[in-house]
């Protein structure tokens, strides 16, 4: 007599249980988001990167530039150019200038980020270690390149210490938190 309103009872509450398991985007604020595409478009170069040029109509000039310990990175015929501190865009302009003086009449050059310093990992993760960094990483895509989470691994902050700085900080773990090269990334340990 009861088993009819009973099940019918149990098909809605396991449907209101679905239902709250729908996959929702990572959420992220806007300014994160805008404040992370800014921090990558304002990356400075440092020795180690790799950057690709290519000069329109010069393949002798084109391929890809280590930037050596001096922060140079050396083109055939024109010399060193300064390239360490520089954004991509300024290390274009900074390109384009040189061949100017006598190289080539009207460079048309364009520079890609081809192999930036790498990144490290470390914590509860399955793999952790060294990786080769992409523009536009952000920790989560770090954890993946890991082989994700560990069953005990604390999902709600990340600490990050940059190349740049003395101590690691403490982030909220978010799809919007960049990594940049040189990163060490620290997935703690919950324990709960």
């Not at 990356?43 to 930037?67: K, P, Q, T």
């Not at 010399?79 to 190289?103: P, R």
């Amino acid at each position: 007599m009861f088993e009819k309103p009973l099940a019918v009872l149990f098909i809605a509450l396991l449907s209101f249980a679905l239902i709250g398991c729908t996959n929702a985007p990572i959420e992220g604020s806007a300014d994160a988001l805008k404040a992370a595409d800014d921090e990558a478009a304002a990356y400075r170069l440092g020795v180690g990167d790799e950057v690709h040029i290519a000069v329109f109509g010069e393949d002798n000039l084109s391929g890809d530039y280590r930037i050596a310990p001096d922060g140079n990175i050396s083109l055939p015929l024109a010399g060193n150019v300064k390239a360490a501190g520089l954004t991509i865009a300024g290390l274009q302009v900074s390109v384009a200038d040189t061949l100017k003086k006598g190289f080539v009449l009207e460079p048309r050059v364009t520079i890609t980020a081809n192999n930036l310093r790498p990144y490290y990992i470390l914590g509860e993760v399955n793999k952790p270690g060294k990786y080769s960094y992409a523009p536009d990483l952000t920790v989560l895509d770090a954890v993946a390149t890991a082989e994700g989470f560990t069953y005990r691994a604390d999902m709600s902050y990340v600490f990050v210490r940059h190349a740049h700085e003395v101590s690691e900080k403490e982030y909220p773990l978010t799809s919007t938190a960049i990594v940049q090269p040189g990163d060490t990334i620290r997935i703690a340990q919950r324990y709960f």
